[in-house]
């Protein structure tokens, strides 16, 4: 049974930090992209951020150069570190995977960017 357990989220004022962690279990981790996604009230699910199995990351242009992807495959976590927060980034964030037999989410993590 596959299951993605994020956690990390809070609130937090402009300009601060958090790290969302994804730990998974069910699956062979080390061989998968992993993705994290987000969505704020009213709005579509978006990808913020996703990292292959050879360590490769991509990024959504609004988090580019605040968010960094990154994994430790021994600990089966994929982790969003995320810098200068802004309002605009409050969502709940989601961990994903993608097998052969289908498609895997997290529960989600609130953050919430506020003064």
């Known amino acids: 049974q596959v299951q993605l357990v994020e956690s990390g989220g809070g609130l937090v004022q402009p300009g601060g930090s958090l790290r969302l962690s994804c730990t998974a279990s069910?699956?062979?981790?080390?061989?998968?992209?992993m993705g994290w996604y987000r969505q704020a009230p009213g709005k579509q699910r978006e990808l913020v951020a996703a990292?292959?199995?050879?360590?490769?990351?991509n990024y959504a242009d609004s988090v580019k150069g605040r968010f960094t992807i990154s994994r430790d495959n021994a600990k089966k976590t994929v982790y969003l570190q995320m810098n200068s927060l802004k309002p605009d980034d409050t969502a709940v964030y989601y961990c994903?995977?993608?097998?052969?037999?289908?498609?895997?989410w997290g529960q989600g993590t609130q953050v919430t960017v506020s003064s």
């Open positions: 994903n995977v993608r097998l052969s037999v289908g498609e895997y």
């Open positions: 990292i292959t199995r050879a360590g490769s990351s």
């Open positions: 069910g699956i062979i981790f080390s061989i998968y992209a």
